[in-house]
């Protein structure tokens, strides 16, 4: 069955789309390919692309909290050198870590979180 479609990028409701856009940037080493006062978009190598968009009035994420249960997860060479790595571009680690070594929840400066895993 062909498909209806495919998912061209990931967008994230944010209070300044540059910096944010900057931190995935620098964790992902893909290219900032738009920005405006409004709007930051990145593309990586396998055709997606992830945005940002300034929303007026934007209330930090909480984790653990049920109200959003959206997050991202990346693959990672190495779990404990990607997690020196990204918590000195600016991410933080939550108490709450329900991954039990699997993986590691940390957040981004803006306070959405995401999980890193150990590639298989």
């Known amino acids: 069955m062909a498909s209806i479609a495919e998912p061209g990028a990931i967008t994230l409701s944010c209070p300044d789309p540059e910096s944010l856009a900057d ?7 893909w290219q900032k390919i738009f920005t405006s006062e409004s709007a930051a978009y990145l593309a990586g190598g396998n055709g997606m692309r992830m945005g940002f968009v300034k929303i007026d009035g934007f209330k930090t994420p909480t984790w653990p909290e049920a109200g ?24 933080t680690k939550p108490e709450d870590q329900p991954g039990e070594g699997k993986w590691t929840v ?10 890193i895993t150990a590639m298989a």
Do not use: M, N, Q
């Not at 190495?78 to 918590?87: F, P, R, S, Y």
């Not at 940390?106 to 999980?115: A, N, Q, R, S």
């Open 23 to 29: 931190f995935y940037a620098r964790a992902t080493d």
């Open 68 to 91: 959003h249960r959206v997050h991202l997860d990346f693959s990672v060479a190495d779990l404990v050198k990607a997690e020196a790595e990204l918590l000195a571009l600016g991410a």
């Open 106 to 115: 940390l957040l981004d400066p803006v306070g959405y979180p995401f999980c």
